[in-house]
């Protein structure tokens, strides 16, 4: 059983999952008869053995129409993307169950990553479920209720003396040393499969059309590239007709694709501070595959102040019920912010990307105003 590479060989860059798509002619109404509404539904584009029957819980997640929050921030064509549902209380099951499953049908006991809490609990569950062993490497600075939804799964953990990129590093020799399978980001191209649902799921509880934008809280900016991919994959079946403009939402202290968008220039490293853990990044390690989406949807990037994520914090939680952590109010501040600059205009469809739960960082809930 051979590992997967993280980059092609011949020219370096990220690996993509192709569909073909001439033999997929049917996949509407594939999907459309599928009886139940989580990820198996996408099955003809996503080809995993065993999907149908492991995805019960894991996407299927709530479009939500935010009318109040929408109107008071001045875009009332609001919805919300409410992933905080999934099994861990992140996007990130999208992914893991996607990994997991290809790694099983490799025939691999072991998958490991770097996390600076979600993908590490995700993983940690889901491997659980599957009865596979999982190792999470994580930063000094996770917060301490992610850690503890690790272990309470049963994942070895790994703290590790440094950030989120030297996490990475670790987990990679490791998986390379030991021959595990690697679900971090960047790394193993199912993690893009996994999370694109998202764009499927938004598409078919829009009547398969297109918002005029959607908004992702971006760090390493795989969830960024993996949108782009689903809305892609719809358009070259002929689902769609139109690509949303695709978002990323920065912090201010970890902009690193943002920078790179707006300079129009490749992507250089930063020193990530931001209460955003979640998306709090050095170097992206999807990076290029964001850029590409942000250009090929006509796109932008923006960056939100820690303030102005609180606030979105506030407001999700007081206007509309939902209870998220940073990162995942990050898509809101970005929304508020690009209204206030002209960004978008009133008449427009906007979905927030809202990725993971509150009670996942204890500490930020304390700071709200």
């Not at 009318?67 to 893991?96: H, Q």
């Not at 990475?168 to 998986?175: F, G, N, R």
Request: glycine content about 10%.
């Amino acid at each position: 059983m051979e590992n997967l590479l993280p980059v092609c060989p011949d020219c370096g860059e990220k690996l993509d999952l192709l569909l073909d798509f001439e033999a997929l002619g049917k996949a509407r109404e594939q999907i459309e008869s599928f009886p139940d509404f989580h990820m198996g539904r996408y099955a003809p584009l996503l080809p995993l053995p065993g999907l149908g029957a492991m995805a019960y819980g894991i996407g299927g997640t709530p479009l939500l129409f935010a009318g109040r929050l929408g109107e008071a921030i001045g875009a009332p064509g609001l919805f919300l993307k409410d992933d905080t549902r999934n099994p861990s209380a992140s996007l990130k099951d999208r992914a893991t169950l996607a990994v997991l499953l290809a790694a099983r049908e490799q025939g691999a006991e072991t998958v490991a990553t770097a996390s600076t809490g979600n993908a590490g609990a995700s993983l940690s569950a889901l491997a659980a479920r599957l009865g596979m062993k999982a190792v999470v490497y994580t930063p000094a600075s996770a917060p301490p209720a992610k850690l503890e939804q690790i272990r309470a799964h049963g994942a070895k953990l790994v703290r590790v003396d440094g950030n989120y990129d030297r996490a990475y590093e670790l987990c990679a020799e490791d998986c390379l040393k030991n021959n595990w399978i690697s679900r971090s980001t960047g790394f193993n191209p199912w993690c893009t499969e996994g999370k694109k649902t998202v764009a499927l799921e938004i598409a078919e509880q829009l009547g398969w059309t297109a918002p005029d934008l959607v908004y992702v809280p971006t760090g390493d900016g795989s969830i960024l590239g993996a949108v782009h991919k689903g809305f892609s994959d719809l358009l070259q079946l002929g689902i769609l007709t139109s690509m949303p403009r695709l978002v990323a939402v920065q912090a201010e202290g970890s902009a690193a694709i943002h920078d790179a968008w707006k300079e129009e220039r490749d992507i250089q490293p930063v020193s990530s501070d931001t209460l955003a853990d979640s998306i709090s990044v050095d170097m992206p390690a999807d990076g290029t595959k964001a850029l590409r989406a942000l250009r090929k949807s006509k796109g932008f990037a923006i960056t939100v102040s820690d303030p102005e994520i609180l606030g979105a914090m506030s407001r999700l939680a007081r206007l509309e019920g939902v209870l998220a952590e940073p990162a995942a109010a990050a898509s809101l501040a970005g929304l508020s912010r690009a209204v206030k600059d002209g960004l978008q205009d009133s008449t427009q469809k906007a979905v927030c990307l809202v990725t993971g739960h509150g009670l996942k960082d204890r500490e930020a809930l304390e700071r709200l105003p």
